[in-house]
């Protein structure tokens, strides 16, 4: 399963680090995303990160601003989300995709709140 943690309200401007730790399954096998899901919108690709961490990408408007790393031998990924905006607040979930075999994960989510 996933579990993610760190959401919480945070000001135009501000910054928050999200946490996703896994259990169950062999992480380490594990391509890693951060989706979110604005207020009736769909859910968006936020970040991803290879297995190994070697490689990542972001969506656009994210680029320079959001982090997202792995710790494999904790088994968790972080997303380091600076210089927030208030439409960005959503519900940030994190997937566990296996492309060899197609198994993925979905955590339940973190409601992230960005308002004054």
């Known amino acids: 399963q996933l579990v993610e943690s760190g959401g919480g309200v945070v000001q135009p401007g501000g910054s928050l680090r999200l946490s996703c730790v896994a259990s169950g399954f062999t992480f380490s096998y594990y391509a890693m995303r951060w989706y979110r899901q604005c207020p009736g919108k769909e859910r968006e690709l936020v970040a991803h990160?290879?297995?190994?961490?070697?490689?990542?990408n972001y969506a656009e408007s994210m680029k320079c601003r959001f982090s997202i790393s792995r710790d494999n031998s904790k088994n968790v990924v972080y997303l380091q989300m600076n210089s927030m905006k208030p439409v960005e607040t959503a519900v940030y979930s994190c997937n566990a995709h296996w492309t060899l075999t197609g198994r993925y994960y979905w955590g339940q989510g973190t409601q992230v709140t960005v308002s004054s």
């Open positions: 990160i290879t297995d190994a961490g070697g490689w990542t």
